[in-house]
């Protein structure tokens, strides 16, 4: 059915962006080069995926917020679950950065994980609307350090 389609392949998005994030945080690398390979693993992952993959997930996304039945609710909880894990991602890097002296501690890890993911987000719906002009593992290769070094202490 087209629910089982839209659920396996939420799944099937939602784990391998997974495995690249448990890949990278148990790593013994710095937090600062953690968070730039967390941003690099999504250029990496839009390269390794057909574009379709995308404009579906963006179908999936809009249809499960404009439908309220029962199965369409478990796809929203499905992507609000992703959707916290994915902040918490971020989160955990910050707070190990704030802990070891590389990234300012007036910072709110929660809020900045918050606004890492709307970008991320706000640049691939940039790229799914706009392909041949805006190129989206350049914006965030671009975005990356404008993020890191707004983070980072006097003594980085």
């Known amino acids: 059915t087209k629910e089982e ?6 799944q099937y998005f939602f784990r391998i962006l997974e495995i690249n994030f448990e890949e990278i945080l148990l790593t013994d690398a710095t937090p600062i080069d953690k968070l730039s390979h967390i941003f690099e693993s999504f250029s990496q992952f839009l390269e390794s995926h057909p574009t379709e993959l995308f404009e579906l997930m963006f179908d999936f996304w809009a249809e499960s917020i404009k439908n309220k ?3 369409k609710n478990k796809i929203l909880i499905q992507m609000k679950k992703f959707y916290h894990g994915y902040r918490m991602v971020f989160a955990d890097v910050l707070v190990e950065g704030m802990n070891d002296g590389s990234f300012r501690k007036d910072i709110n890890p929660y809020s900045t994980a918050s606004i890492m993911v709307g970008a991320i987000d706000g640049l691939i719906v940039q790229w799914v609307l706009d392909k041949k002009s805006f190129k989206y593992q350049d914006m965030v290769r671009s975005m990356s350090p404008v993020f890191i070094q707004g983070l980072l202490t006097e003594k980085q």
């Open 5 to 10: 389609i839209i659920h396996y392949t939420l």
């Open 69 to 71: 039945d029962a199965f």
